[in-house]
């Protein structure tokens, strides 16, 4: 299985969370199924490594699909999807994206985390993290590459 989806629960609805790479062999019934109830769909993709072109085209499916009818969110894309929104601005719509989960490098001591940012231009550097040498962390890319 390259897709693995959990789906807990959040205030007023459901949180749905995607990890692993998602390909056209990625099967989504059971997941819109699985969200039926919910009112609002918080969908979490910190997890998600990696997405085939033809896995782009099963993911709009599943935003269709959850989007009908409730309130649906994207937290936490990761860089895979994020380079993929900002090439694509219609690629979710009807979604709302409200977070990036981003590379974060060290400028003084090089290391290195994942951080979660405002989904805008200017999210790495408002949500920017503080590395445990006291440094600001810097984005490891470019801003346009992931953040609209
Ligand atoms: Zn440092």
């Known amino acids: ?3 693995e989806w959990q789906v807990s629960e959040i205030p007023g609805g459901l949180e749905l969370r995607l990890s692993g790479k998602i390909d056209e062999k990625f099967d989504i019934a059971p997941v819109v199924s699985a969200a039926r109830p919910a009112k609002r769909v918080a ?7 990696a997405i085939s072109s033809l896995g782009m085209r099963t993911f709009e499916g599943l935003v269709g699909a959850l989007r009908d009818g409730r309130e649906l969110s994207l937290v936490e894309v990761s860089p895979a999807l994020a380079t993929q929104l900002t090439l694509i601005p219609n690629l979710c719509a009807g979604a ?3 977070s990036a989960w981003l590379p974060f490098a060290c400028p003084s001591c090089g290391a ?3 951080a979660a940012v405002p989904w805008k231009s200017t999210g790495h550097i408002e949500a920017a993290p503080t590395c445990e040498c006291g440094a600001k962390m810097e984005l490891d890319g470019l801003p346009e590459q992931y953040l609209p």
């Open 96 to 98: 709302r994206v409200e």
């Open 43 to 49: 969908v979490r993709l910190s997890g998600l490594r």
């Open 112 to 114: 290195e985390v994942s």
């Open 1 to 3: 299985v390259s897709v």
